[in-house]
């Protein structure tokens, strides 16, 4: 028969990866993008900042703990670890430390609530620190697998450096100069794939990507940190459209993100 040959048969083929593909595509588009911050968000501190206070503490004090104010903030991150190395620290002393890093308050109960309710995020984290120390964190934590993926500075291994940092790119924005933006990383990766995005944060450098979000969306930003003092203090909410809750502990989260769920579709 006329109909099953090969020339049919892959039109056929084509027809159902093609719905396949649109269902793929519309589950995702259904979803919630929850976004986290890393540092003083999902744990209490800075990695770079304890690491730093912990092994090297002279270098820490001579900078009376500024160390965000170093331009440019990657090779800076080297020279730390560098600096470590010299002072015999070892890879598995980091990692050790690391495992010790605590959650913030309520964050375990926080990471339940959004496993039984899988199916309706995509959990990410965006980061300007390195995708070494936070998956070495998470993995300690059991928490690597709750997150789809980590957008956050190279980082691996080095026999020299410790641990050598690298860039992924996104540094051409005139605010978040000369870490990495958030908002470039959000327009490649994320930007109209989602049904609305939920981004919990504190930082200074989360105002960026904040300003962009738009009214269906919602910045959860920590009391009294950063951004807070950015939007309550020097006058940012005005560039704000996207709505805002403030967060002390994981458990305010957990409300916020119940009553988003009520009014989802
Ligand atoms: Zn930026």
């Known amino acids: 028969m006329k109909f099953y040959n090969t020339k049919n048969i892959k039109k056929i083929k084509i027809y159902y990866i093609k719905i396949i593909y649109y269902k793929k595509n519309t589950k995702k588009m259904k979803k919630t993008l929850l976004l986290f911050d890393f540092d ?13 206070l912990h092994f090297i503490p002279d270098l820490y004090n001579k900078m009376n703990g500024n160390l965000y104010k170093v331009n440019p903030w990657i090779p800076f991150n080297n020279e730390i670890f560098k600096e470590m190395k010299k002072n015999n620290v070892t890879i598995e002393q980091l990692k050790e430390k690391m495992g010790k890093f605590e959650l913030s308050q309520n964050f375990n109960e926080l990471f339940t609530f959004i496993k039984n309710n899988k199916e309706k995020y995509d959990v990410n984290i965006l980061s300007a620190g390195n995708k070494y120390c936070i998956i070495k964190i998470l993995e300690q934590k059991n928490l690597l697998s709750l997150f789809n993926n980590i957008y956050a500075d190279n980082g691996e291994e080095d026999e020299e450096n410790l641990i050598k940092v690298s860039s992924i790119g996104f540094l051409n924005c005139n605010y978040c100069n000369p870490a990495l933006c958030k908002s470039l990383v959000f327009d490649k990766y994320f930007k109209g794939k989602y049904k609305n995005v939920i981004f919990i944060c504190d930082g200074y450098n989360d105002f960026c990507l904040s300003k962009k979000l738009g009214k269906n969306d919602l910045i959860l930003v920590k009391k009294d940190h950063a951004l807070y003092k950015i939007l309550y203090e020097k006058n940012g909410l005005k560039e704000i459209k996207c709505k805002i809750s403030i967060w002390n502990n994981g458990l305010e989260i957990i409300k916020v993100l119940k009553e988003e769920l009520k009014y989802s579709v």
């Open 40 to 52: 003083k968000t999902i744990i209490q501190n800075d990695v770079i900042h304890s690491l730093t």
